[in-house]
């Protein structure tokens, strides 16, 4: 807009000099003509009459004051002439003028963002658009009264004067955007954005200025920034109650578990070991749904993340059928796993969350398929480089699910039908949350089914190449060696523990591995009894009243470190949650070991082998 004005300055300039610049080339122009019309033909006519006969001097002097006469008649008409060609030059110049600063003051003033001029010197404004009438509620005439300072509201006029200083010091002259704050005549406050630049007006330097109103756009982006900070802090909430949760459920569903597996272990007669077997089986029903309603809590949450690592990839899928096998012969129902010999044996992946999803769709079919077969495939579909493109297939011949409700199957909480639930049991959760893991991993899940004949599910997953020769030592640290003492062959544990029930599990479960045990209700017992005596490891439960494992935990650290004998007490982390950053959390605090609640006697000696070597040898109890 600034160039347009200027361009206007420059073509009214033009116009003002054309006429003169005209006039002066004219009047040399008709000077000449009259020299050569009057002077020239009367010298030479003179001079022929003279040379004829000096009688006729007379008569050749009436004929030049005739020609003298005649000539400026001449003269005249060519003058005339020639100043109506330039009259109707300068008229036609003055109407494109007229037209094209029309046209300019038309596009200044129909402008739809506001518009205005204002003096550089004075801040006085000298133009106005429309819309800056109509949505400012001042008349022309009142604009035309005010300075650009009247616009910002009063607490804003320092800054208004420091811009304005700085802007006449800036000689670039390029055009300057800000945000400010101006003033509607019933005193409405909005936000604009201002973009302004400089031009001449009749020789006045001024500048040009465009506000866009952008109140509305500011709210909104203020509303979304509250918006978003409250959805930040509901997931924290959510996340804090799902690790509350977990560990609220999990810690009493570890002395169900443990206290049953403590029954099995003693002599029973057959029926009290079925109501036991029975107790096992439901037990493990409801941490499945635990665990199934926290990894949906999770993924929905965002704090789901894949652990990418090299493992064993055929071995991976043995584990996740292991279980289906036993559960397949108890039926009557033939289970087969085959794996194509050009599926590789090592792979890059998450094979945790690869084993919940086979396990998931092998536990299915075999708990819809009341005879026939499931049968587990595995084959290589394709290899990009060194990745590997799997297919795994479980196909049943079970009860079969109607085309319609395939998709259905894969939304939380949905099965087949109402009977699906009545007959088989379930949550709905397995299937849903395969898929979300399927496609985290960069793969895809489907099914095909025939009603009464059988169902294949299947999940395509691009793996990467091991990279890996040997898996690398999962915690920092290694296990040292058990000195023993003469006469003592039984390590000694020290069981931090604040819930009575899971003490007793903890101490049994220990005694069964061949150790000796202490028991401490709270971190800060637990620190007592290691100042007493040494122990040769420690299940540091991470949740307890007063003082808790993590804090107990650092503090040994530090006494251990300030005492410079260079001992470490091995801490083996129990703890109750399942949320992502509790193992890491664990270790950072300096434990060297954890395990999850309910505890498997299996991975406690699993554990404690790593820890205490000596229990790889015959131990004996402590009396």
Excluded at 295 to 319: K, M, N, P, V, Y
Excluded at 498 to 510: C, F, K, M, S, Y
Aim: net charge negative; charged share 25%.
């Amino acid at each position: 807009m600034t160039e347009v004005m200027r361009s206007a300055e420059r073509r009214k300039s033009t116009a003002r000099e054309s006429p003169r610049r005209a006039i002066k080339p004219l009047t040399a122009r008709l000077l000449a003509k009259y020299a050569v019309i009057s002077l020239v033909p009367v010298l030479a006519l003179g001079v022929v009459l003279a040379a004829a006969s000096p009688d006729r001097l007379y008569l050749a002097l009436a004929i030049g004051l005739t020609v003298l006469y005649l000539a400026p008649l001449g003269t005249t008409a060519l003058v005339s002439r020639s100043l109506r060609r330039q009259l109707l030059l300068n008229s036609l110049q003055a109407k494109q003028m007229r037209a094209a600063a029309r046209q300019y003051r038309l596009l200044f003033e129909h402008n739809p963002q506001p518009m205005l001029a204002y003096a550089r010197g004075s801040l006085q404004i000298v133009a106005v658009s429309n819309s800056m009438v109509d949505r400012y509620g001042y008349s022309r005439d009142e604009f035309l009264t005010m300075t650009i300072r009247d616009l910002s509201p009063p607490e804003e006029l320092e800054e208004v004067d420091r811009y304005i200083a700085a802007i006449g010091a800036d000689q670039s002259r390029e055009l300057a955007n800000h945000s400010r704050h101006h003033r509607f005549k019933d005193g409405t406050i909005i936000d604009v954005e201002v973009t302004s630049g400089d031009l001449l007006l009749d020789g006045r330097p001024c500048r040009i200025v465009l506000s866009q109103n952008v109140t509305g756009r500011n709210r909104a982006l203020a509303e979304l920034a509250v918006a978003r900070d409250e959805a930040v802090e509901a997931s924290k909430i959510k996340s804090a109650f799902l690790a509350n949760v977990s560990h609220e459920i999990r810690t009493p569903m570890n002395g169900v578990i443990g206290m049953n597996e403590l029954l099995l272990d003693t002599a029973l007669d057959e029926e009290q070991r079925s109501y036991a077997e029975q107790v096992a089986r439901s037990g493990e029903q409801m941490m499945a749904i635990i665990n199934d309603v926290l990894d949906l809590a999770r993924i929905e949450s965002g704090r789901f993340e894949l652990d990418l690592a090299d493992f064993d990839l055929r071995e991976t899928i043995e584990q996740a059928c292991a279980g289906a096998g036993p559960q397949a012969s108890s039926k009557g129902l033939a289970f087969e796993l085959a794996l194509a010999a050009e599926v590789p044996a090592r792979a890059r992946g998450d094979s945790t969350r690869i084993k919940q999803v086979l396990l998931n769709l092998v536990s299915n079919a075999v708990k819809f398929t009341a005879e026939g077969s499931v049968v587990v495939g595995v084959s290589l579909m394709s290899r990009h480089g060194g990745d590997a493109r799997l297919r795994f297939e479980v196909a049943d011949t079970g009860i079969g699910v109607d085309p319609e409700a395939l998709e259905r199957l894969f939304r939380p909480f949905e099965q087949a039908d109402a009977s699906t639930t009545r007959n088989y049991g379930g949550t709905g959760l397995g299937l849903a949350i395969a898929r979300e893991l399927v496609q985290r991993m960069g793969g895809t899940i489907g099914a095909t089914s025939v009603p009464e004949v059988g169902s294949t599910f299947y999940f395509e997953l691009e793996l990467g190449t091991a990279t890996a020769v040997a898996e690398q030592p999962r915690l920092r640290g290694v296990p040292r060696a058990f000195v023993l003492a003469p006469g003592e062959r039984a390590p000694l544990v020290l069981v931090a523990e604040d819930n009575p029930v899971n003490q007793i599990v903890a101490v049994r479960e220990l005694e069964r591995c061949g150790c000796r045990t202490q028991v401490a209700s709270d971190g800060a017992a637990a620190l007592e009894a290691l100042d007493r005596e040494p122990f040769d490891a420690v299940l540091m439960d991470c949740q307890m009243p007063g003082m808790d494992g993590f804090k107990a935990t650092a503090e040994l650290r530090r006494r251990e470190r300030d005492d410079g004998k260079g001992r470490r007490t091995t801490v083996i982390a129990m703890t109750a949650s399942a949320m992502k950053g509790d193992i890491e959390r664990c270790l950072a605090a300096g434990m060297d070991d954890y395990i999850s609640k309910p505890m498997r006697f299996t991975v406690l000696v699993d554990t404690l082998r790593r820890w205490l070597p000596v229990l790889d040898e015959p131990v004996d109890h402590a009396a």
